[in-house]
Structure formats: structure tokens, C-alpha cells
């Protein structure tokens, strides 16, 4: 019941995909999980599915060589209606980058544009950007389409719903890193300039926090209905 199709077109690409669904020929869950891989470059994708109606797609376009993709979906079908896509996961890259997107709840929405490189990551992350939505309906945007060097982390804990996060990065050398629980939560931002720092942590519910950072090595951090700390990184 799971569809899985890989286009590899370069050399030296690879692609590993892991689905374990409902065991059905019809009905509401059917299909299952969809995955698709496209590979024009030397590149690398993974990609885990368990539960129903998960899709993931993974573009790696020439330019993305050495780039890695990684994605892991768990749903359960309880409360999921006949015919509705659950969670969803887009990667589109065109430069040497990396993502990480962890989507374990329901109808949570993912998408990742990279066409800018970043071959050294820090600020304690292992790929340039690092999504986790373990909530219900949450939807996160990370665009790296600037600079070099840009990292990004968007953590959407079990207990939040309608959490929504935009990253947006154009320069270089930016950090973003925001961190939401809690019900009807949002987060906005976009950093045009270089070396720049946005922490954005809410809880409780119906927050909004935009952060613009066009100048260069600015630190900006907000913090609603939360203890007194920062997100660790």
C-alpha cells in the first residue's frame, strides 16, 4: 500500500527509503505512505515513513552535490479522515547542504529550500536546518536561498497545535533557532543581512513574534509565555 519512486540521473547518488504502513487495499488510508526522490546530482536522501497518508519529496538538482536529506514521518491513522494527507515533507536542494525534518504527529507541513552551501554546520546542529514537529497541524518554512553558512532550527514540541514557523534566510552567516508549544502559535523570520542571531521561544497560546534582521551581527531574542530561558541550541 506505500508508493515509493526514485529518478536517480548523476553519478554516485544514493537513496534509502524505509515505509511501513496500514495494511490495506482500500479505504480511507489507501495509499498509504508516498515517497519521491529525485536525484540530479551526488547527493544523498533518506527517508523513513511509518503510519498513514505521509508524503515526503525530495529534490536534489544539480549543484547539490554532496548534499544530504533526511526524513523520518510517524503517524498513527486514529482520527485521521477518509482521503486527508497527514503529514508532509518537501526538501528542494541545489547546493552542497543538509536537512533533518522529524515529522511525528498529524497533519504537520514541512518545506525546505536550500540553494545556498553550508559545509561547515555549528551552533551545535548536525545539519543546516533541523525541523521536529511532534505536534498536530504545525507547518514550518526554512528557506536558505542567500548567502553561505546559514543554519536554522525549528522545534514544534508534542503539545502544540497550529504552530506556524517561517525562516527565511538571504545572507550569510545567519542563525535562526525557534523553539513552540502551545496552541495557534506563530513565528516569523527573516534575516537579509550576515552573522545574525533571531531565538524565538513561545508557549501558551496565540503568540505571534516577527523578527527582521537586514544589518549584520544583531542578536534578537523573544520569549512569550515562557520560563526565563533560552532555547538551548
Do not use: C, H, W
Given at each position: 500500500d506505500n508508493r515509493s519512486e526514485i529518478v536517480q540521473t548523476?553519478?554516485?547518488?544514493?537513496?534509502?527509503?524505509?515505509?511501513?504502513?496500514?495494511?490495506?487495499?482500500g479505504g480511507p488510508d489507501f495509499p498509504t505512505n508516498t515517497s519521491l526522490i529525485t536525484q540530479n546530482s551526488a547527493a544523498t536522501a533518506s527517508v523513513t515513513q511509518a503510519g498513514s497518508q505521509n508524503i515526503s519529496t525530495i529534490t536534489q538538482n544539480a549543484g547539490a552535490a554532496g548534499a544530504e536529506a533526511i526524513v523520518i514521518?510517524?503517524?498513527?491513522?486514529?482520527?485521521?479522515?477518509?482521503?486527508?494527507?497527514?503529514?508532509?515533507?518537501?526538501?528542494?536542494?541545489?547546493?552542497d547542504s543538509s536537512a533533518y525534518v522529524e515529522q511525528i504527529g498529524q497533519k504537520n507541513s514541512s518545506t525546505v529550500l536550500q540553494s545556498?552551501?553550508?559545509?561547515?554546520?555549528?551552533?551545535?546542529?548536525?545539519?543546516?536546518?533541523?525541523?521536529?514537529?511532534?505536534?498536530?497541524?504545525?507547518?514550518?518554512?526554512?528557506?536558505?536561498?542567500?548567502?553561505?553558512?546559514?543554519?536554522?532550527?525549528?522545534?514544534?514540541?508534542?503539545g502544540s497545535s497550529?504552530?506556524?514557523?517561517?525562516?527565511?534566510?538571504?545572507?550569510?552567516?545567519?542563525?535562526?533557532?525557534?523553539?513552540?508549544?502551545?496552541?495557534?502559535?506563530?513565528?516569523?523570520?527573516?534575516?537579509?543581512?550576515?552573522?545574525?542571531?533571531?531565538?524565538?521561544?513561545?508557549?501558551?497560546?496565540?503568540?505571534?513574534?516577527?523578527?527582521?534582521?537586514s544589518g549584520s551581527n544583531n542578536t534578537a531574542t523573544v520569549m512569550q509565555n515562557v520560563p526565563a530561558a533560552p532555547p538551548v541550541n
Open positions: 548523476a553519478a554516485d547518488a544514493s537513496a534509502t527509503v524505509n515505509q511501513l504502513g496500514n495494511s490495506t487495499t514521518q510517524t503517524t498513527a491513522p486514529v482520527g485521521i479522515g477518509p482521503f486527508d494527507e497527514d503529514n508532509t515533507s518537501t526538501i528542494t536542494q541545489s547546493a545556498a552551501a553550508n559545509t561547515a554546520v555549528g551552533n551545535g546542529l548536525l545539519y543546516a536546518v533541523e525541523v521536529r514537529q511532534l505536534g498536530q497541524d504545525g507547518a514550518s518554512v526554512v528557506e536558505q536561498t542567500g548567502g553561505t553558512g546559514n543554519e536554522a532550527k525549528v522545534t514544534q514540541t508534542s497550529l504552530a506556524d514557523s517561517s525562516i527565511i534566510q538571504t545572507g550569510a552567516d545567519n542563525f535562526a533557532n525557534v523553539s513552540q508549544d502551545g496552541i495557534n502559535n506563530e513565528s516569523d523570520i527573516l534575516q537579509s543581512g550576515n552573522a545574525n542571531v533571531a531565538t524565538v521561544m513561545q508557549g501558551g497560546n496565540d503568540n505571534l513574534s516577527t523578527i527582521t534582521q
